[in-house]
């Protein structure tokens, strides 16, 4: 059992909880886009991105609203705990991120325009907080499928930096990172914010809108 407790810090491996075997259960359909797979297999020629910017409730919703995204999920990643719960993710001792799977249609809709959704819908500049969310699972993260991603990934970041710069925002700190595996959150927390319309929402952006 692991008793590493800071939550500002992310663990090393020998440090993050065992985690375990079993996968977590979720729906099979999207619950705002009903017809629509929440799990793999996704229709034929569609791509997934996974971003992490704060509290995956909004987050989410950022995405599910663009035409041309199939379907979305929120779960975990860039950690060391397999299947990991919510508890174990918030406790700060496996890693992971706060993250936003997004099945999209690249005909439709270009990695690009989902990266201009990810920079404008939060504050890449905090650290391990988003807000008044707090601790490592609420890290500004891309985590990129292929090296054209990441470097897409990498040139609107530093573009972006200079209009924070000359809005007098600090130094970005998103990581950018080759996709690691994505764990499924637990069912209630997907689409939690078409399932309860009042829930909270921590999710706010820079009010700098990048070019």
């Not at 979305?72 to 992971?96: I, K, L, M, R």
């Not at 005909?107 to 890449?124: C, E, G, M, R």
């Not at 998103?174 to 829930?199: D, M, R, W």
């Amino acid at each position: 059992m692991s008793m590493f407790n800071n939550k500002s810090v992310l663990p090393t491996k020998e440090q993050a909880l065992a985690g375990r075997d079993e996968r977590m259960r979720v729906s099979d359909s999207h619950y705002v886009h009903r017809d629509h797979s929440l799990v793999a297999p996704f229709p034929e020629g569609c791509k997934t991105a996974v971003f992490g910017l704060g509290c995956f409730w909004g987050a989410e919703r950022k995405f599910w609203v663009l035409g041309g995204v199939y379907s979305t999920a929120v779960g975990y990643a860039a950690g060391f705990t397999p299947n990991p719960t919510y508890e174990e993710v918030c406790s700060g001792q496996t890693g992971h991120n706060e993250v936003v799977l997004v099945v999209y249609d690249p005909v439709a809709i270009s990695y690009a325009q989902l990266l201009k959704t990810f920079w404008d819908s939060h504050n890449p500049t905090q650290g391990m907080r988003q807000g008044n969310d707090t601790g490592t699972q609420y890290r500004s993260g891309i985590y990129s499928e292929t090296e054209e991603e990441a470097t897409l990934a990498k040139q609107t970041r530093d573009a972006f930096q200079q209009q924070l710069n000359d809005a007098g925002y600090g130094a970005i700190t998103t990581e950018v990172l080759p996709a690691p595996t994505f764990y499924y959150a637990e069912g209630y927390h997907q689409q939690y914010l078409a399932k309860n319309p009042g829930g909270y929402c921590g999710l706010g952006g820079t009010g700098v809108t990048p070019d």
